[in-house]
């Protein structure tokens, strides 16, 4: 679809906006001639260009043929440049031109629309070519059915040719799908009963089938290359999820969850860069699907469908793609559930640290607590020793100045009494600090 909107443009809600929005229903006009007819079609990807540089430039050929430029923001432009009818239409990553030019060159495609072309815009799209289509649309006659095969093989230059009819048998399609010498492949369109604008619109779907297959065939490559960068990342996995299943062989889970890691990082930069080319591939997929349908093909004798053969190389190309991207998606589900189950191994070995490293504390503190309670037993004797002592010597002088005592028995007889005072008051102060 058309990027109709900019910075600069007006809200949805206003009547520009709204211009614009309609505009869009009419983005890609047909362009109409009757048969019989030849057809140039081009399409150049634009890579490092943009849009707005290819548009600027197809500007400078319109101006250099004196005929009007495409508007600011256009993806399309339709101009009469001599005999040809062209036109000129942007698509999200490349640009096509298609060139009508009324009647078939004697014999057919020895002079194609291109060659009306000015030589400079010639050699400069030629130079970018990604596809290449010329078809000749003929019309038909009443010979029979062979002799009209015959005389396509002989237009195409190849025996093994692929078509049937269209539109309900009022057109015939007939490709070889071979390159000429130029790169371009070559269709023949039989018009029977075809109406102008019918035709057109038939045109219109084998250009659009013919670019966006190709377009399709874009990911394919990049399928290949996906499926022999996990074909390296799956056995490295697997090797972590062996270590973690044995993990007794191998009790670093660090260097595991490290290991996976990497490997997650490289899985999630495979599938970010190519995840646009996938949904590409899908999109133009479905495209062609869509405009096949739209054809209405029918086999004619025994010669196989141009879109038979169409779907017999894209389809497979697309399960591909499919598979490629469907791989990788998997083999990131695989690696997020082992770098959690890693995670859980090594929080619980972590739990299992901490455990032991508060049981060890919890020792440490019965100890130091049994130790405690040993000196606690050694001050009461102490302290009881030292006021025994005092209390003696107390005696002691109570006797040297005339009191009848005996010194030793009373001292003897006040030591259980202290000892039991003292006891009695660390125990109260235990009892006071627990409080």
């Not at 679809?1 to 206003?14: E, G, Q, R, S």
């Amino acid at each position: 679809m058309t990027n109709f909107l900019t910075d600069t443009d007006a809200p949805i809600n206003t009547l520009n906006g709204r211009v614009a929005l309609s505009n869009e229903w009419h983005a890609r006009p047909l362009l109409t001639l009757p048969s019989p007819l030849r057809c140039s079609h081009m399409v150049c990807l634009r890579g490092e260009t943009s849009l707005d540089e290819r548009r600027e430039q197809f500007a400078e050929f319109c101006e250099s043929q004196g005929q009007s430029r495409p508007s600011k923001d256009s993806r399309h432009h339709s101009v009469h440049v001599g005999n040809c009818l062209l036109k000129w239409e942007g698509h999200t990553e490349a640009d096509s031109y298609t060139l009508l030019v009324a009647g078939n060159a004697e014999p057919p495609f020895a002079a194609p629309a291109i060659s009306f072309l000015d030589a400079g815009m010639r050699s400069k799209l030629v130079d970018q070519l990604f596809l290449g289509v010329h078809i000749e649309v003929i019309c038909g006659d009443e010979s029979p059915q062979e002799s009209r095969q015959q005389r396509v093989r002989a237009l195409l230059g190849r025996q093994d040719i692929y078509g049937g009819s269209i539109s309900d048998g009022e057109g015939e399609i007939w490709s070889s799908f071979r390159l000429d010498a130029e790169g371009f492949s070559r269709i023949v369109i039989i018009d029977s009963e075809l109406s102008e604008a019918r035709l057109s619109r038939q045109v219109q779907r084998v250009l659009e089938i013919e670019t966006y297959r190709m377009l399709a065939m874009l990911g394919l490559p990049a399928a290949r290359d996906v499926m022999g960068t996990l074909g390296e990342l799956e056995p490295a996995l697997d090797a972590v999820i062996e270590q973690i299943a044995h993990r007794d062989a191998d009790p670093a889970l660090e260097r595991s969850l490290e290991r996976i890691t990497r490997i997650a990082a490289k899985v999630e930069h495979v599938a970010a860069a190519h995840a646009y080319r996938f949904a590409a591939a899908r999109a133009y997929n479905g495209i062609v699907e869509r405009r096949i349908a739209e054809l209405k093909e029918v086999q004619r004798d025994s010669a196989p469908r141009y879109t038979t053969f169409l779907q017999k190389t894209l389809m497979p190309a697309m399960r591909t793609c499919e598979a490629a991207e469907r791989r990788t998606q998997e083999l990131a589900q695989r690696v997020t559930r082992a770098t959690q189950l890693l995670d859980s191994m090594v929080d619980m070995d972590q739990k299992k640290q901490n455990q032991a490293i508060l049981e060890s504390l919890a020792e440490r503190a019965n100890l130091q607590l049994r130790l405690q309670q040993s000196v606690e037993g050694f001050s009461i004797f102490a302290i009881t020793y030292y006021a025994v002592g005092l209390l003696g010597y107390l005696f002691k002088s109570g006797k040297s100045l005339g009191l009848s005592i005996n010194p030793d028995l009373l001292t003897g007889v006040t030591a259980p009494v202290v000892l039991a005072i003292v006891w009695l008051s660390v125990r109260s102060i235990k009892n006071r600090l627990k409080r």
